[in-house]
Structures are given as structure tokens and as C-alpha cells.
């Protein structure tokens, strides 16, 4: 079974769905429903997230959930309907963390198709340096580039985000970054 194939019954009707390249000139296996041909489409989940900065200093979050566990990350999670990624970065970012921040530019896009993610990162102003972390966070801290626990990072797609940060940082400006994580 391939990462697409997920869904077992048709959203309309409930009928157990069916494997198959569709009769509509569609090249790729869809979920595809024999009771009332409903095409099924499974696409990639978004997740949205910040670097919160402070002088010198990024905010990240010792997560209180699964997956990693007491490791820590960016503060982040998955979009909801309804919002834009800049809406969903900073709700993320509020859940999570508790911070007051003033949104800026995209800052990086990270495709993980092993996952069937793409992760979106946007710079955001920390307006104070205190936190009321959600209850998915174990705590909500400030570090310069030198204490981040490297080997403590939840996720790849963070740990990449922080270093291309720091980069930006150091060259004196911020791009935008997109990186395919294999």
C-alpha cells in the first residue's frame, strides 16, 4: 500500500472505495467509488508554524505531546480550514507558546513527501519575552544560536529552519528558503 492509499469508503455514499487510475484521463491510482464514481483525491497536509526572534535569540517549545516528546521545536502544527498560512502560523504560535509576536515575511517551505507534508515557516517579532505555553508545551524558552540543544530538535524540518536562520541572520538578510527534506 502506497502513502496515498488511505482512504477505505467513499465520503459521499459509504461504499468501500476502489484502487484505480479514473476513466477521466487522470494518470495516477485514486480512491474511486464503484457505487457512484466519486474520485477520491488525497493530497499533502500543511503545517504552519514561526521563528519567533528576539534580539539574537529564537523562541522554541519542549513539546508536551507525541510524536518526540520532551524534545523541542518551533512553535507549530497542522493548518485548519478557514485560515491562510499566516493565520494558522500565528494561532499555532499562540496555542503553543503563548507569545505575542508581530508576523513578517514567509521564511521557509519544506516538502517531506515521505510524509505527505509541506511545512511553512514565517518570521514573527517577539513583542515581550513572556510566555503562557498551551498544554501541548512543556515549556517555552529563548535561546541564542550557541544554547539551542541541537540534538534535542523534535524535527528536521525545525532543525533545518533554525540553521537557515541563523545563516540569514549572520549574512545580515532574510530570504525566503524552500528545501525538499528526502
Known sequence: MTLQSQIKYC??????VAYRV???????ERAVCP?????????????????????????LCKRNIEPRWGKWTLPAGFMELGETTAQGA?????????????????????????VGQVHM??????????????HETIEARLFTEAEIPWDEIAFRTVK???EQYFADRRAGSFGVHNIDIA
Not at 500565528?90 to 517551505?109: P, Y
Not at 515581550?128 to 498551551?134: I, L, V, Y
Open 35 to 59: 457505487a457512484c464514481n466519486t474520485i477520491h483525491y488525497e493530497n499533502p497536509l500543511n503545517v504552519v508554524g514561526t521563528v519567533p526572534f528576539l534580539d539574537d535569540k529564537v523562541l
Open 11 to 16: 465520503r459521499n455514499c459509504g461504499t468501500a
Open 90 to 114: 500565528a494561532r499555532e504560535t499562540d496555542e503553543e507558546a503563548g507569545a505575542q509576536i508581530e508576523m513578517q515575511s514567509l521564511f521557509t517551505v519544506l516538502s517531506v513527501p515521505r
Open 160 to 162: 533545518e529552519t533554525l
Open 22 to 28: 479514473p476513466d477521466d484521463g487522470d494518470v495516477r
Open 121 to 134: 515557516f514565517y518570521l514573527a517579532r517577539l513583542l515581550s519575552d513572556k510566555f503562557a505555553p498551551g
